[in-house]
T-cell receptor
C-alpha cells in the first residue's frame, strides 16, 4: 500500500516541514491532499513522471517532488496556523482512477 | 465554492435497514463520480464509482445512482452492517485525467444495533 511518514508532527509557525510518501508498487502518479478538520480532502497537486501535473488552490509555499522510485515529498514553507491539517498522499497508475490513499500525516502548527 | 456538496454531516441507520447517502454537484463538466469510505486513523478507501454515461452502478450491497439532470447522486447500502459505520466522501472529476478529484465534506454514517 501507500505509506506516509511521519504520522504526527508539531511545528512552529514560520518553520518549514517535509512530509514523505511511498507509493504503492506499480503506481506512477502521486497526488497530495489536505484535509482540515470537518472538511473533505482538498487537492494540493499531482505529480506524474516527476513533473507537477495539476495544482489546486494552494500558494507556492506548498511544493513537491517525485523521485525515480515514484516516492514523493510535500514541502511547506513559512508554516501558518491554518496549515494544521491531515495531509493525505494517494498513488495511482496513470490512466486509471484507482487511487490508493495512505493513512496521512497529522500536522499541527502552533 | 463547494463544487461537491454533501449536505448531511451525519446519518444514523438501524442495522439491517437501507442507508442512503446523498451528494450534489454544481460543475456540469464532471463526468466521473466516486465514493470513498474513511475509518478513523486510516486513509480513504475507494468504494464504488460511476461514469456519467450510466445512471446506476451496483457492487454487492452498494449501489450508486446518478441523476445528471438534477446533478445529484446517491449511495445506497443494503443491508447496513455495523462495519459500515464510517465517514463517506462523495467525489467527482473529469475523465481527461488532467483534473483533480474534488471531494465533498463527507457524511458520518452510524449504524445502530
Amino acid at each position: 500500500g501507500v505509506t506516509q511518514s511521519p504520522t504526527h508532527l508539531i511545528k512552529t509557525r514560520g518553520q518549514q516541514v517535509t512530509l514523505r510518501c511511498s507509493s504503492q508498487s506499480g503506481h506512477n502518479t502521486v497526488s497530495w491532499y489536505q484535509q482540515a478538520l470537518g472538511q473533505g480532502p482538498q487537492f494540493i497537486f499531482q505529480y506524474y513522471r516527476k513533473e507537477e501535473n495539476g495544482r489546486g488552490n494552494f500558494p507556492p509555499r506548498f511544493s513537491g517532488l517525485q523521485f525515480p522510485n515514484d516516492s514523493s515529498e510535500l514541502n511547506v514553507n513559512a508554516l501558518e496556523l491554518d496549515d494544521s491539517a491531515l495531509y493525505l498522499c494517494a498513488s495511482s497508475l496513470w490512466g486509471f482512477y484507482g487511487y490508493t490513499f495512505g493513512s496521512g500525516t497529522r500536522l499541527t502548527v502552533v | 465554492d463547494q463544487q461537491v456538496k454533501q449536505n448531511s454531516p451525519s446519518l444514523s441507520v438501524q442495522e439491517g435497514r437501507i442507508s442512503i447517502l446523498n451528494c450534489d454537484y454544481t460543475n456540469s463538466m464532471f463526468d466521473y463520480f466516486l465514493w470513498y469510505k474513511k475509518y478513523p486513523a486510516e486513509g480513504p478507501t475507494f468504494l464504488i464509482s460511476i461514469s456519467s454515461i450510466k445512471d446506476k452502478n451496483e457492487d454487492g450491497r452498494f449501489t450508486v445512482f446518478l441523476n445528471k439532470s438534477a446533478k445529484h447522486l446517491s449511495l445506497h447500502i443494503v443491508p447496513s452492517q455495523p462495519g459500515d459505520s464510517a465517514v463517506y466522501f462523495c467525489a467527482a472529476s473529469r475523465m481527461n485525467r488532467d483534473d483533480k478529484i474534488i471531494f465533498g465534506k463527507g457524511t458520518r454514517l452510524h449504524i445502530l444495533p
